[in-house]
């Protein structure tokens, strides 16, 4: 029987040496296999089909991984901090979950002396996971083809990119609903993380674009997200200290969530950490922009002549999200173009210009508004400009209820 060599962690008298192993490899695909690389090097695997994992490089680890098939793991010797590729590493062909846990925190892969635009990681198969790790100097720190349905991406930073992360495959997570699984997309040159036409359902949750802490910019060039894409779900993000939009949604994308975001502020909700775009900015259709606080931005929300059918609900559009500062959006708390909108029961107040600006044919709806005043109604937190300012036909402000 043919065997392949890897490495396993032996665990005695308190000591974590790897230890060289020998298992059966089986037939292709039947044994899973964690490869452990411990040479930073980027040399690849001399001999494919000799069945030896050699040299411990992350080239060969996923050379081995690949020519095995299956389902195997990746990690990484605890002394390792960086790696560097010389060239582009092959893509994932087979389900592999890569760890990149080292004692200094997490492996750094840097692609700045790569020569071409490629990115960190090209995930090919589908149910992959990649966790704390750091990509740098990359095209893209991640991508996928669009057979790499129901990947996790986690607990990764992406700074020094282009774009941080771009999202082609659909059903994949990043981040999740736990906020200590959260990816850090800071500093890059495009978008923090980005998502493909190609791309739907995903979700994008509690993740960190912008900032680094949640507390200070580390400012993406563009968009901290940028989504395209159909039924993508952007939750409990922190979308904010960006130089462009905090969250900018296109006219490819189709019936997006975006629910409990931070946008304009910092995660204590309570200071500002503005995006110099919009906090919002898009031309889709079908969006549902919900209980998302913003403020600190040029506009609050941009909702754009090719947009349709949004849905804006319970959003505090201006104040901070503890509703005791009113930083104000620098300009609008809300501009409609030409669009159509639902704009329902949100506190919108203290805007340096109209709360609600509705210009162009787009049949907007207004209703059971808080606009220039506290949540009670009782305080004067007056937008600088009008309340609701209409320049477009076909405009319902209020409703034959009183409640409206």
Same mark, same amino acid.
């Given at each position: 029987m043919r065997k392949i060599l890897f490495c396993a962690l032996l665990l005695t008298s308190g000591l974590n040496q790897p230890v060289t192993a020998q298992v059966p490899r089986g037939t292709s695909s039947s044994v899973s296999t964690t490869f452990l690389v411990s040479d930073p090097g980027d040399a690849p695997d001399p001999d494919i089909f000799d069945d030896i994992y050699d040299p411990p490089t992350l080239r060969s680890a996923i050379e081995n991984a690949n020519y095995q098939g299956g389902a195997h793991s990746i990690v990484f010797a605890a002394g390792l901090t960086v790696i560097q590729p010389l060239l582009p590493l092959s893509g994932t062909t087979g389900q592999v979950t890569i760890?990149?846990?080292?004692?200094?925190?997490?492996?750094?892969?840097?692609?700045?002396?790569?020569?071409?635009?490629?990115?960190?990681? &090209? #995930?090919?198969?589908a149910g992959s996971t990649v966790r704390n790790?750091?990509?740098?100097?990359? &095209?893209?720190?991640?991508?996928?083809?669009?057979?790499?349905? =129901?990947?996790?991406?986690?607990?990764?930073? &992406?700074? #020094?990119?282009?774009?941080? #992360?771009?999202?082609?495959?659909?059903?994949? #997570?990043?981040?999740?609903?736990?906020?200590?699984?959260?990816?850090?997309?800071?500093?890059?040159?495009?978008?923090?993380?980005?998502?493909?036409?190609?791309a739907s359902d995903n979700i994008i949750q509690n993740n960190f674009c912008g900032t680094r802490d949640g507390l200070t910019a580390s400012p993406n060039t563009r968009a901290g997200l940028y989504v395209r894409g159909q039924r993508t779900r952007i939750l409990g993000n922190i979308l904010s200290g960006n130089q462009g939009p905090g969250l900018e949604i296109t006219q490819?994308?189709?019936?997006?969530?975006?629910?409990?975001?931070?946008?304009?502020?910092?995660?204590?909700?309570?200071?500002?950490?503005?995006?110099?775009?919009?906090?919002?900015?898009t031309s889709a259709s079908g969006d549902s922009i919900v209980d998302n606080v913003i403020t600190g931005n040029a506009n609050g929300i941009s909702i754009l002549s090719l947009a349709a059918g949004t849905v804006i609900r319970g959003n505090i559009i201006g104040p901070n999200g503890t509703l005791d500062s009113l930083f104000g959006n620098r300009f609008d708390g809300i501009q409609l173009i030409g669009a159509s909108a639902v704009i329902d029961s949100n506190v919108i107040s203290g805007n340096?210009?109209?709360?609600?600006?509705?210009?162009?044919?787009?049949?907007?709806?207004?209703?059971?508004?808080?606009?220039?005043?506290?949540?009670?109604?009782?305080?004067?937190?007056? =937008?600088?400009?009008?309340?609701?300012?209409i320049q477009a036909c076909t405009t319902t402000v209020g409703g034959p209820s009183p409640g409206d």
């Open positions: 760890d990149g846990t080292v004692a200094a925190g997490k492996i750094i892969l840097d692609g700045s002396l790569v020569s071409v635009n490629t990115s960190g990681l &090209f #995930l090919i198969a790790m750091e990509f740098r100097g990359w &095209f893209s720190g991640i991508s996928f083809a669009g057979g790499a349905t =129901n990947c996790i991406i986690q607990k990764n930073i &992406f700074t #020094l990119n282009s774009t941080g #992360l771009h999202v082609s495959a659909s059903n994949t #997570l990043v981040g999740g609903p736990n906020p200590e699984d959260r990816n850090l997309a800071y500093g890059n040159t495009v978008d923090g993380i980005a998502t493909a036409a190609s490819a994308a189709v019936n997006t969530l975006v629910r409990g975001n931070i946008i304009g502020a910092d995660s204590t909700r309570r200071a500002q950490l503005p995006n110099i775009g919009d906090g919002i900015r340096k210009s109209t709360g609600i600006r509705i210009t162009g044919y787009g049949g907007a709806v207004v209703r059971r508004n808080l606009i220039g005043t506290d949540p009670t109604g009782t305080l004067d937190w007056g =937008n600088t400009s009008a309340g609701v300012l």
